[in-house]
């Protein structure tokens, strides 16, 4: 009763159930990409800031400065201290590597492990004054002069059509 028919040109046959999952899989992937409107955002170039104006381009180097701290786990982490151009760890049946380094010229060695020092990058996490009412404002301006931009280019055309008509009067 369920089953899902697959039709390819001129053809009709029941398509597997993988098949199937895959196409209703991509029909609700589908319906929610069309779902997704992007004109309810906003993007504006850092760049673009400096020309609204003193107070919005005062927030551009704060805007810079945000950054993420990020730590890092080292306990058990090791490192090869005697390997040498060319050398690769062996491997066992399972696939696993172990202990032992083979080298270029087909000699065997053992692995020397010294344990890896813990990764110590301080990284400053700046939390920039940012008032939201400044950029709502600043993307209110961008958004004003984008549309300014665009109007004032359609003015041109109107003006280079009307000269194109005068002179061919």
């Known amino acids: ?3 899902i028919i697959k039709k390819e040109e001129n053809e009709i046959q029941k398509a597997s159930e993988n098949e199937g999952l895959l196409v209703d899989a991509n029909n609700q992937l589908e319906e929610v990409r069309l779902s997704i409107v992007q004109e309810n955002t906003i993007s504006i170039p850092i760049a673009e800031l400096s020309s609204l104006g003193t107070a919005i381009c005062s927030m551009i180097p704060s805007l810079r400065k945000i950054t993420h701290k990020i730590s890092f786990a080292t306990d058990g982490l090791y490192r090869i201290v005697n390997a040498e151009t060319g050398d690769i760890l ?3 049946k399972d696939g696993n590597f ?3 380094m083979k080298s270029l010229k087909g000699t065997s060695k053992l692995a020397k492990l010294s344990e890896v020092e813990s990764i110590s990058g301080t990284v400053e996490t700046f939390r920039a004054p940012l008032d939201p009412s400044t950029m709502m404002m600043a993307a ?7 549309e300014l931009s665009n109007i004032e280019e359609m003015q041109k055309q109107i003006v280079s059509f009307l000269q194109f008509e005068k002179e061919s009067e």
Do not use: V
């Open 140 to 146: 209110a301006l961008y958004s004003i002069q984008k």
């Open 1 to 3: 009763m369920n089953e």
């Open 98 to 100: 172990w202990g032992a």
């Open 90 to 92: 062996k491997n066992a």
